[in-house]
């Protein structure tokens, strides 16, 4: 049996204990099921594939969108939960709150049952390898489900909706069409990252479950949105670059137009990628490889590395529409999220595609004005700051805190401009109604992997500071809160904690 088959074979056997659980606490407590859930796309995705799994078996539910699952969130459940007696569900974070979670709620006179179902690091687990981690998994039997018990690691593997969905396809077996929606959320939390974006780890499980119901089709295709006009596609690609022509899209037109390719479609708009058939997609291939090759003396099987991708196409979704599309249907519930909109995110993974779907459209639009602006003033403005071995930002008040992760994202996972991949970035964003920064740190694989860990940098840097609030998150991308008095000291922290992490004395 290989390792994934192992994993899931134990992921199951605890699957079917908990169900059993869950099913005798709603039983005995005769109330509904409250569901927490991440604003980002992984957590939308949880929430929606639980409360799907919910409907279908007729346990009535209710789910809130938190933007993260801190102390004093933990305090306000506490009290909410205290006359409904709900069962509670925490998905796509909990596990690095679950101490907390155990004092809170599992008071005497309280005890309230509840459910994590996460794929972040635990409390006080620094590293996938922390010895710590069997404990916490015996301990934590039949409520507590997550990724690092079974050797998977959350961060790359699998994601929260992944869990939840295994979880739902062992309520029901007929959940297995959820499969696509785990694959949402893996996306969403750059979970692709395999050669050619492909899924590993558990993720590929889900992948193969989506494809033998016919749901997803994998194709190969240009590393463009296949939705937007592809002058415009190919400009905006935070992947490809060619100079002298992404900057500017009637050049871009000229360009395609040059290869002989009709660029007007039939209303007199722009052909997109998806209306080019495979000879006009050879076509532009053969051009961008040749252009970027000749201006940039770069080698064409490095270019087509990053030209060439798996796209994931989901099958019962229109041609052209965000949602037939894996990377843009999780954009597009980023957006829902990451604007106050976390219910129309939830509504259209569970299936809308009318009111909901509409609206996140309208709000889309302005998601993407958003993060072109914060990304050109960060470059324009010089607003990266830098210390020996991390570099940082404040997001003032051009950038909110509910995008300045999105942005620290954007910045180091798909290169969107001039950042040092060698030093992590940690974006800072006042909060409108406290007064703290909230931080967002992310990191490049390339220094993952001589070391760097900013969950636990984070945290260490906390510890360090004398600071109380929680954080974490996973290696390459965690976060947290800091009083503005304190951020000084945090991030020279920080500093410290990345230089220990890098081995260099
Ligand atoms: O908030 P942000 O997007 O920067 O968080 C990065 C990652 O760290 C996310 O997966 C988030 O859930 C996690 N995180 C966490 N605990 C916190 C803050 C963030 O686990 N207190
Ligand atoms: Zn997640």
């Given at each position: 049996m290989n390792s994934i088959n192992r994993s899931l074979k134990l992921l199951n056997s605890d699957l079917s204990e908990t169900k059993k659980w869950f099913l005798e606490c709603l039983q005995e407590l005769g109330t509904s099921v409250h569901i927490y859930t991440h604003l980002d796309a992984d957590g939308l995705s949880s929430g929606a594939i639980l409360g799907k799994a919910f409907y279908r078996e007729n346990i009535p539910f209710q789910i809130s969108v938190l933007r993260q699952l801190e102390r004093e969130e933990i305090v306000k459940i506490v009290n909410e939960t205290q006359d409904t007696k709900s069962f509670l569900i925490f998905s796509d974070f909990g596990s690095g709150q679950y101490l907390e979670l155990i004092q809170k709620l599992n008071t005497k006179d309280g005890n309230n049952p509840f459910l994590i179902l996460d794929h972040h690091l635990p409390q006080n687990i620094s590293t996938k390898d922390d010895e710590n981690i069997k404990e916490i998994y015996i301990n934590s039997r039949p409520w507590h489900i997550n990724p690092y018990f079974y050797d998977v690691d959350g961060s790359r593997e699998i994601s929260g909706a992944g869990v939840c969905y295994f979880f739902a396809k062992m309520l029901n077996e007929k959940n297995i069409d959820l499969s696509t929606i785990a694959l949402v959320g893996a996306t969403g939390d750059i979970q692709s990252q395999g050669p050619n974006n492909s899924f590993i780890g558990l993720n590929s499980t889900i992948l193969e479950h989506a494809i033998t119901k016919d749901l997803v089709e994998v194709i190969n295709d240009l590393n463009f949105s296949p939705i937007k006009p592809l002058n415009e596609a190919i400009s905006y690609s935070s992947d490809i670059h060619l100079p002298g022509l992404s900057e500017n899209t009637s050049k871009m037109l000229k360009f395609l137009q040059s290869l002989?390719?009709?660029?007007?479609?039939s209303e007199g708009g722009i052909r997109t990628l998806n209306d080019l058939n495979q000879d006009e997609k050879q076509k532009v291939s053969s051009a961008i490889i040749e252009y970027i090759s000749l201006k940039l003396d770069i080698e064409p099987s490095e270019i087509i590395k990053k030209l060439i991708i798996n796209r994931y196409i989901l099958k019962n979704e229109l041609v052209g529409s965000e949602l037939h599309d894996l990377k843009e249907f999780s954009y597009l519930l980023n957006s829902c999220g990451r604007s106050n909109n976390g219910s129309l995110g939830i509504a259209i993974a569970m299936g809308d595609r009318r009111m909901a779907y509409n609206k996140a459209k309208d709000h889309l639009i302005n998601y993407r004005k958003s993060l072109v602006q914060s990304l050109s003033w960060l470059q324009e403005k010089n607003k990266i700051q830098y210390k020996d071995y991390i570099q940082f930002f404040f997001g003032e008040n051009i950038i909110p805190e509910n995008i300045i992760g999105t942005i620290a994202s954007m910045l180091i996972f798909s290169k969107s401009g001039d950042i040092d991949l060698s030093k992590p970035v940690f974006g800072c964003a006042k909060r409108k109604d406290e007064e703290v920064y909230k931080i967002s740190g992310r990191a490049h694989e390339s220094i993952v992997k001589k070391g760097v860990n900013l969950s636990e940098a984070i945290r260490e840097a906390l510890e360090l500071s004398n600071l109380k609030a929680l954080g974490g998150g996973h290696p390459p991308a965690a976060g947290t809160k800091v009083p503005i008095d304190k951020i000084d000291i945090f991030l020279e922290n920080c500093n410290i904690v990345i230089k220990k992490q890098l081995g260099i004395k």
């Open positions: 002989g390719i009709l660029m007007e479609n």
